[in-house]
């Protein structure tokens, strides 16, 4: 039986051909059997005889049934070999969601709110940039990025972040592990092995080590990487957060900024920096990027995920200029990953002063969210959790002083109907004997918290 949703946005003709298609390669409809006439099939649900017969042709036409004159049309034999694959496609019927059932509340990393986002002003910088830059919708665009919102980089990261560079040592991508493989490919043949810190970014750990680099962990405290083990190994590079380290969310001292700038020197070795949280510090002004001090030893990797939104898939690297001349040398025949229709938008948004705005006013509501959370993790937790990293980002680690994994308390959370980050996000050598899970308040509503929290420690405590 086919079941055909009537106010699907996919035809209906679509629906059917894609589940007959499915029931062909999984072989539930085996070879040589007969179709249905195009009479019956529509009777039987309630379809026009042209909707089967026009889904029927687009099967006939990609070799998956035959038609026989006077007598109908028959499965074809396919023959499926070991390595095929096939993903079932169906309708439109709802049999999924995305979050699973239950969920209540989300405490996921990284995801922000609708009253996050600037609309009206984004709806409006977009509509005047098709008005007045028809021509450039119709172009290619320089591999880096726009120069226009290449040019105000410059000065939004010399503003913010005291990151000093030119508008051609900035490339624009589609977000942070973009970055990083681009890195990966610059360094590919001049570096064995890249340093991580430890506990780190899981997701920058998958991408060195799919680019087949080396990557030795490197402990953390709170100073930040321990630059005395990270002159034991043999990395020519090495990757931090040191705005805010994650997923711990301390901050690099200076000195501790100052030996790994030596490192680099005396290893003639390289320092990538991502400083994806730099705008979000509560209680003190962010300390400026680190690669204000050694603007030919870092690789800065910056991003609009946080601050505006993770959708837009806005992020930027600021390469030392000998790696600049070379990715431009390798790559200036590509395009630009980033569609223009969001690159233009956001350089009008820096260049119209829009950015200092919104920046105060999200950082008012992130802090008013941080401050309910920690209050409600008091009163519901008392001494039983250590939050760590709440000074400054969307999220905080929190330490809970039980003898118990925390995969399990985040099994315990679903169940409970809370949705939260495990440490599969990050990576370290040797997980602590303390359960840690990441809550990432970014998402969740301000009068939901509290409640949130309650569910958490009846879910974990009783």
């Avoid at 340093?195 to 680099?213: V, Y």
């Avoid at 870092?298 to 001349?325: E, N």
């Amino acid at each position: 039986m086919y079941l055909l949703v009537a106010n699907s946005k996919k035809p209906l003709y679509q629906q059917l051909y894609q589940q007959i298609r499915a029931k062909i390669l999984s072989g539930e409809l085996s070879a040589q059997a007969k179709l249905p006439s195009c009479r019956y099939l529509a009777t039987e649900l309630h379809i026009s005889r042209n909707t089967v017969d026009t889904a029927y042709q687009q099967l006939l036409s990609e070799g998956y049934i035959v038609g026989k004159s006077r007598s109908g049309y028959y499965i074809e034999t396919i023959h499926n070999t070991k390595y095929s694959a096939f993903t079932e496609a169906v309708s439109d019927t709802p049999t999924g969601k995305l979050q699973p059932d239950g969920m209540l509340y989300d405490f996921r990393y990284g995801n922000l709110s609708q009253q996050s986002f600037p609309f009206a002003q984004w709806q409006r910088l977009t509509n005047f940039c098709l008005k007045q830059d028809k021509e450039q919708f119709l172009n290619y665009s320089d591999f880096r990025g726009e120069p226009g919102l290449r040019r105000e980089l410059v000065k939004y990261l010399y503003e913010y972040r005291d990151v000093r560079c030119t508008a051609d040592q900035i490339l624009i991508t589609s977000g942070t592990i973009h970055c990083l493989t681009v890195v990966c490919q610059l360094l590919r043949n001049a570096v064995d092995a890249i340093a991580m810190e430890d506990p780190g970014f899981a997701a920058a750990h998958l991408a060195f080590t799919n680019h087949g680099f080396q990557v030795p962990l490197v402990p953390v405290n709170h100073h930040g990487l321990n630059v005395k083990a990270l002159r034991t190994t043999t990395a020519q590079a090495v990757y931090v957060t040191p705005s805010h380290q994650f997923p711990t969310g301390q901050t690099m001292s200076i000195t501790r900024r100052l030996q790994l700038i030596d490192w680099a020197y005396e290893r003639e070795a390289l320092i990538i920096e991502d400083d994806y949280n730099c705008h979000l510090r509560y209680d003190v002004k962010p300390a400026p990027a680190l690669q204000g001090l050694a603007p030919d030893k870092v690789i800065y990797i910056g991003s609009f995920s946080k601050i505006l939104s993770p959708s837009l898939r806005v992020s930027y690297a600021v390469l030392p200029k000998s790696l600049a001349l070379r990715l431009q040398q390798k790559n200036e025949n590509y395009a630009c990953s980033v569609p223009l229709l969001i690159q233009k938008p956001l350089e009008l948004f820096l260049q119209e002063n829009l950015f200092e705005s919104h920046l105060r006013k999200m950082l008012r509501q992130f802090k008013r969210k941080r401050d309910i959370l920690l209050r409600a993790l008091q009163e519901h937790f008392g001494d039983v959790v250590t939050v760590s990293g709440g000074n400054a980002g969307l999220h905080i680690l929190l330490h809970l002083n039980q003898p118990v994994s925390s995969a399990n308390l985040v099994d315990r959370a679903v169940q409970a109907g809370v949705y939260i980050h495990g440490d599969n996000i990050w990576v370290e050598s040797s997980p602590g004997k303390a359960a840690r899970v990441l809550l990432g308040f970014g998402a969740i509503k301000n009068e939901d918290i509290d409640s949130a929290v309650r569910l958490l420690c009846q879910a974990w405590l009783n």
